[in-house]
């Protein structure tokens, strides 16, 4: 049974960088065609994609959100990583880590695991 489960600080003050760990247990974060995603939602607003890496390593990231995402792993430690940098309260949301999958083709891929989610604060 795949579980996913976000780690990291609740609070990072404004200009800092955001940093969370996903900890997979269950599967192996380089098994071949899953994509280890982050999404977030805001208070109040929808689900907005943050990016992936992929099981090769590969990463893409949101246009809007490119120039401050780093996503990263740790294959030793079956995790990968988020950073955000230079947060504003704007940043503040409740953060997923999420597993991608694609078993009936890359046009009918979806989110088939889930962590429980993380509320990440930014404020001073």
């Known amino acids: 049974q795949v579980q996913l489960q976000e780690s990291g600080p609740g609070l990072v003050k404004p200009s800092q960088t955001l940093s969370l760990a996903c900890t997979v247990s269950g599967g192996s974060i380089t098994t071949n065609n899953y994509y280890w995603t982050w999404i977030r939602q805001p208070p109040g607003k929808g689900l907005e994609w943050i990016g992936y890496?992929?099981?090769?390593?590969?990463?893409v990231y949101s246009p809007s959100l490119k120039s401050r995402t780093s996503i990263s792993r740790d294959t030793s430690k079956n995790q990968f990583t988020l950073q955000l940098s230079s947060v504003t309260p704007e940043d503040t949301a409740v953060y997923y880590c999420?597993?991608?999958?694609?078993?009936?083709?890359?046009?009918?891929?979806?989110?088939?695991?889930w962590g429980q989610g993380t509320l990440v604060t930014v404020s001073s």
């Open positions: 890496i992929g099981y090769s390593g590969s990463t």
């Open positions: 999420a597993r991608e999958g694609n078993p009936y083709g890359w046009e009918r891929r979806y989110f088939e695991v």
